[in-house]
């Protein structure tokens, strides 16, 4: 069964690093997310991507935060200049429409410290 | 400001002993209600798509429900595996883009 994955599982970082952090959706989806999980709290919606480019920002997504699809497979979430409130578990998302049900993967768990 | 609460935070049942969980919205023009799996440390894991009031979906020993201010999951005779978070999500659809707007999570935990 086709699955979103992600790398890296967890990553370590300190503040004021750049940070890349890698997906690859389900093949046939046309809409991609982020979100994150911070401990113990909501999963948050920051970002979704359509067509090659972003269909919606939350305001967590400031321009420390970006997005690209550098290629047919892969979506990636950067993060210019970390912060300790960055900490969290990312997860990526995919859909094959806006409305229809979203499939996420396992996370990538930054720590920044 | 689109909000999805969750209720009980947290339910301990015996196995076999079948309850509800709640999910009441205010998400304007909701366009999809979602319900999701999460175990520890890992991702949502899809459950079910829900589009209009009085719309049902079953799996297994869950059952989704959907009115027009919120949702019920119905857990028939649990097992343990099935402890886990169980989280709600609200799509207000339109100009945002596939956005979830998503609950706090009802914990589960089935003893046997």
């Known amino acids: 069964e086709p699955e979103v994955t992600q790398t890296p599982s967890h990553q370590v970082t300190q503040m004021g690093q750049e940070v890349i952090l890698r997906c690859v959706p389900i093949s046939n989806h046309l809409y991609f997310y982020w979100y994150r999980q911070i401990l113990g709290q909501k999963v948050e919606f920051l970002v979704s991507?359509?067509?090659?480019?972003?269909?919606?920002k939350s305001e967590i997504f400031d321009d420390q935060f970006s997005v690209e699809r550098p290629d047919g497979s892969n979506f990636t979430l950067k993060i210019r200049s970390t912060k300790l409130e960055d900490s969290a578990m990312y997860f990526c998302?995919?859909?094959?429409?806006?409305?229809?049900?979203?499939?996420f993967g396992p996370g990538t768990r930054l720590t920044v410290t | 400001e689109d909000q999805v609460t969750q209720s009980p935070e947290a339910l301990r049942l015996q196995e076999g002993e079948s309850s509800s969980l709640n999910c009441s919205y205010t998400v304007s023009g909701l366009r999809g209600l979602f319900w999701y799996r999460q175990d520890p440390g890992k991702g949502p894991e899809f459950l079910f798509t829900l589009y209009s009031a009085g719309e049902e979906k079953e799996k297994e020993r869950l059952k989704a429900t959907l009115t027009k201010k919120e949702s019920f999951l119905h857990i028939t005779a649990p097992k343990p595996e099935d402890s886990a978070t169980y989280l709600c999500?609200?799509?207000?659809?339109?100009?945002?883009?596939?956005?979830?707007?998503f609950g706090q999570g009802t914990i589960l935990t089935v003893h046997p």
């Open positions: 998302a995919s859909s094959v429409g806006e409305l229809h049900e979203q499939y």
């Open positions: 991507f359509y067509n090659n480019e972003i269909s919606e």
């Open positions: 999500a609200g799509n207000a659809g339109g100009t945002s883009y596939g956005k979830l707007t």
